[in-house]
């Protein structure tokens, strides 16, 4: 019999980072960012590149987050 495996903070984090740079590259998530940087120069903001890609980032992990409780929700 062996042990349970119990992830540590560095395995956490880099499946964390994987997730995160697979969003990245999607074309979904580019798309995005394209139409926020668009939409943040015209209205004159600072560090529009830095913003939207936060933004879009935001928005595809409270996406996530919101399909997952959804899944739960639904699976009861």
Same mark, same amino acid.
């Given at each position: 019999?062996?042990? $349970?495996?119990?992830?540590? $903070?560095?395995?956490?984090?880099?499946?964390? /980072?994987?997730?995160?740079? /697979?969003?990245?590259? =999607?074309?979904?998530? +580019? =798309?995005?960012? #394209?139409?926020?940087? =668009? /939409?943040?120069?015209?209205?004159?903001?600072?560090?529009? #590149?830095?913003?939207?890609? +936060?933004?879009? /980032?935001?928005?595809?992990?409270?996406?996530?987050?919101?399909?997952?409780?959804?899944? +739960?929700?639904? =699976?009861?």
């Amino acid at each position: 019999m062996g042990y $349970p495996k119990i992830d540590t $903070p560095d395995e956490e984090v880099k499946r964390w /980072l994987n997730h995160i740079a /697979l969003i990245c590259v =999607s074309e979904e998530f +580019q =798309s995005l960012k #394209r139409e926020l940087e =668009s /939409l943040y120069v015209r209205s004159n903001m600072d560090n529009v #590149r830095i913003t939207a890609f +936060q933004d879009a /980032l935001y928005a595809f992990l409270a996406q996530e987050e919101d399909d997952n409780r959804t899944y +739960q929700y639904n =699976s009861c």
